[in-house]
């Protein structure tokens, strides 16, 4: 499995049409800045390596497991791409991103209502986040470039039943990708403020003094209609699948999810059993 505990692991909001909405997340933006459904929210830390904190402290991410809170609440599969980038600094400010590797990300989220920052809702522990252990080497992040061909699906299995749980969607429908994600990305984590539920990830940089490679989940798409009204119980399976179409059609990717038999080329697969 690939290991970023030396990593800062950050985490987009609102970066698809309607996600927030269907979380019961837009109004925590309501009163902060311009509630655009068109651009990001917030950046906001799942994990901040070599701190002290009660939420981003513990090294959140594992492959094959999802482990529930004590306090067993309404938990959701949140399906996403991840970006694994090189970071530099200049003058302890973010100079450039550069990204290396792409993969699936499962951004699984409590569904706490009174959260004050939306932190409070990503990492309760270890195996409280998925990550694909094959990740994708990128050439370059651009429009018309081998990732525009790629589409993340994701799945619920509940006993014997499989059930599409996201939308099945292009990774280039995100509001805000190519050179607009990383430079908005680079901006935030120079720039943004401590206010409503954005927390200030500057500061959060230095406390660990400034990593050199970040892990970035740039938002979860749209879910079904299912996947709206089903929360993770103990003994399910979350599945989230990035995948080249041209190689592989969503009945393609379903089978193979019905099977737990993957492809080896063109995909990005991170399979957890919630315990």
Not at 76 to 97: F, G, H, K, R
Not at 100 to 113: K, L, Q, V, Y
Not at 244 to 253: A, E, I, R, T
Request: aromatic fraction near 10%; charge should be negative.
């Amino acid at each position: 499995m690939n290991n970023f505990e030396d990593a800062v692991i950050l985490g987009v909001a609102g970066n698809f049409a309607g996600h927030l909405q269907q979380a019961g997340e837009a109004d925590d933006f309501a009163l902060y800045g311009d509630v655009n459904a068109n651009k990001p929210q917030a950046l906001f830390p799942i994990y901040v390596p070599r701190i002290e904190h009660p939420y981003l402290s513990a090294y959140p991410l594992n492959a094959n497991t999802t482990k529930l809170p004590n306090d067993i609440l309404n938990l959701q599969i949140e399906p996403e791409l991840a970006l694994v980038c090189d970071v530099t600094y200049e003058d302890s400010q973010v100079s450039q991103l550069t990204p290396t590797h792409f993969g699936a990300f499962n951004d699984c989220s409590i569904r706490r209502p009174d959260a004050n920052k939306i932190s409070e809702k990503k990492n309760w522990g270890a195996a409280s986040k998925g990550l694909a252990t094959q990740l994708i080497a990128l050439k370059q992040l651009t429009p018309n470039s081998d990732i525009d061909r790629f589409r993340i699906a994701s799945f619920h299995k509940r006993g014997e039943q499989l059930f599409a749980y996201g939308e099945d969607c292009a990774v280039h429908e995100y509001s805000y990708f190519y050179n607009d994600l990383l430079e908005w990305i680079r901006d935030q984590m120079n720039h943004q403020v401590d206010r409503g539920p954005m927390e200030n990830i500057h500061a959060l940089l230095k406390q660990a003094n400034f990593p050199s490679q970040l892990v970035v989940a740039v938002g979860a798409t749209r879910y079904t209609d299912y996947g709206e009204q089903h929360f993770l119980e103990r003994g399910d399976e979350s599945i989230v699948v990035v995948y080249d179409s041209s190689l592989y059609q969503p009945h393609d990717v379903f089978g193979m999810v019905q099977k737990a038999q993957f492809g080896t080329i063109g995909l990005s697969y991170v399979c957890q059993k919630v315990v």
